[in-house]
């Protein structure tokens, strides 16, 4: 199954089981799971979307300390009906469940209850864990009876949902005749879906329960951004369904965002994915590349910002340490546009950690915050003075945008200063051309390219065309020098600044 398949569906169904299969996954056809009123699931009903044997099982052998009441408790938290809840809040909830644990309390040998949060994935040790893809799986809604071609179960949530068209079909029907209706008929299986795969064998696409058809993403590399590109259905299973790949993407490369109102789940896209992991092992590197952690170059509209805060949750989550965050840039929008981001996505946890004020910022560095945002300006000092150490922490990591513009002068240097033994790493969404060489000193080579090309072949960035012309200029003012001069002198500039003006004006 290693190159396109371009055969009928059935044939496709069963190469995508096979393939399933050697990745370590139990499957199961069960069309024939019904004999009358008994499955052989142990379903009690086709409106069950959980398979709750496979799911205490698993709570059992991951909480050896939780008696019967304990795990009855966190099998009907999870199980509960959510008809009346927005499906995406449904779906976050549980979301929240699986990933941090469900709360239950515990009797202790004295008599007296501790709550204790039972875990239901073992995120850590994928074996640990069932993979399970039950293929024609009937599910019964109020508007009637739906089947899809196959779902991926982990300790027995239906976290992975598949619908497989034919080669010769549109892989959008798929969307549009399929998982529209699915979501409408038989809602409760996406009430605990993590990823939905839409394939035809030889292009496949994946999303989320609120994703739109154009948010729909390709997954055209498995280990490597410097992989050729495939769409085919082998590739992204290979690349996203394989249980430690899996399960990184549901723990750490999940989000909702729109908090002020129905929240929209974003799963990470390809180039976000094999980004992020990057720079996370540069980390795991800290030592052997003295705290230069290398430039993120990820085109314009490639979802830069996200990608930041997956990094940051993933360090949290899985790396030992007090890690904190301090977000560079070096434009009001732009730090106003990502605390925004953050903050949407719910990772923002404490009041006033975006700098007003360059007083602010040496009090919110000398403090203990998770997160701290601000405009590199505000590390400025008056003339003569030296910026002050405020934290030699060697757990802190500088994560700044658009590095290349800021990141040479007297404010970079007090930056340093300030935090002597922080780690730094850069985010750029144009290529490191002019002063790449200073670039590259600084934070060190590049750890993720997702380029123009790549963006355009993702469909994320229309084509763009150059034409050479030389527009036609002309100088209206014959006193341009002297009135310019003139100005110089009213704004009283030093002469730095003033050959900064000189140096941008005779561009």
Request: contains cysteine; charged residues 25%; aromatic residues 8%.
């Amino acid at each position: 199954m290693n190159q396109p398949i371009n055969i009928n569906e059935n044939a496709l169904e069963q190469a995508a089981i096979e393939l399933f299969e050697s990745l370590g996954y139990s499957a199961m056809d069960c069309m024939q799971e019904w004999a009358g009123d008994t499955s052989s699931l142990n379903r009690q009903s086709m409106r069950d979307v959980v398979l709750t044997d496979k799911l205490e099982s698993a709570l059992r052998q991951l909480n050896p300390q939780a008696n019967d009441t304990a795990i009855t408790s966190a099998i009907d938290e999870i199980t509960r009906d959510r008809t009346v809840l927005n499906p995406v809040t449904a779906n976050k909830e549980v979301h929240q469940l699986v990933k941090d644990g469900v709360r239950v309390q515990i009797r202790q040998a004295d008599g007296s209850m501790r709550g204790e949060n039972l875990k239901v994935i073992d995120w850590d040790n994928p074996g640990n864990n069932d993979f399970f893809l039950a293929s024609q799986f009937w599910i019964a809604g109020d508007l009637g009876k739906k089947r899809p071609d196959l779902l991926g179960f982990v300790n027995g949530l239906p976290l992975l949902f598949i619908e497989l068209k034919a080669a010769h079909n549109d892989i959008k029907d798929a969307y549009d005749n399929n998982l529209t209706d699915y979501k409408t008929t038989i809602p409760q299986i996406f009430w605990y879906n993590s990823v939905i795969i839409l394939s035809n064998g030889s292009e496949s696409r994946m999303g989320t329960i609120s994703s739109k058809w154009e948010h729909f993403a390709e997954w055209p590399k498995i280990d490597s951004e410097k992989e050729p590109r495939t769409l085919s259905l082998p590739t992204i299973i290979r690349g996203s369904c394989e249980p430690s790949r899996f399960l990184d993407l549901v723990e750490n490369f999940t989000l909702y965002v729109g908090l002020r109102g129905a929240p929209v789940k974003l799963v990470a896209k390809n180039h976000q994915y094999l980004g992020v992991n990057n720079a996370v092992q540069a980390l795991q590197s800290i030592n052997e590349n003295d705290g230069r952690l290398g430039v993120f170059w990820h085109t314009q509209g490639s979802g830069k910002s996200f990608s930041m805060i997956f990094f940051s949750q993933k360090v949290l989550r899985k790396l030992p340490g007090n890690w904190s965050f301090v977000i560079i840039t070096d434009r009001q929008e732009l730090d106003g546009q990502i605390y925004d981001n953050f903050t949407d996505a719910g990772v923002v946890t404490e009041d006033y950690t975006q700098a007003d004020s360059a007083v602010h910022l040496r009090q919110l560095l000398s403090e203990d915050h998770r997160l701290v945002f601000s405009l590199i300006h505000k590390f400025r000092t008056e003339p003569g003075q030296q910026h002050p150490v405020l934290s030699e922490r060697s757990d802190i990591i500088v994560i700044t945008d658009e590095a290349h513009r800021s990141q040479y002068d007297t404010l970079a240097n007090n930056m340093r200063t300030a935090l002597p033994n922080a780690s730094f790493l850069a985010f750029t969404g144009t290529p490191l051309i002019i002063g790449a060489e200073r670039t590259k000193e600084v934070f060190g080579d590049y750890i993720s390219v997702y380029d123009f090309k790549e963006s355009i072949a993702d469909k994320a960035t229309v084509p763009l065309y150059y034409e050479n012309r030389i527009p036609e200029l002309q100088l209206t003012n014959d006193d341009l020098n002297e009135d310019m001069a003139n100005l110089l002198e009213d704004a009283e500039l030093d002469d730095e600044e003033e050959r900064k003006v000189e140096h941008q004006f005779s561009r």
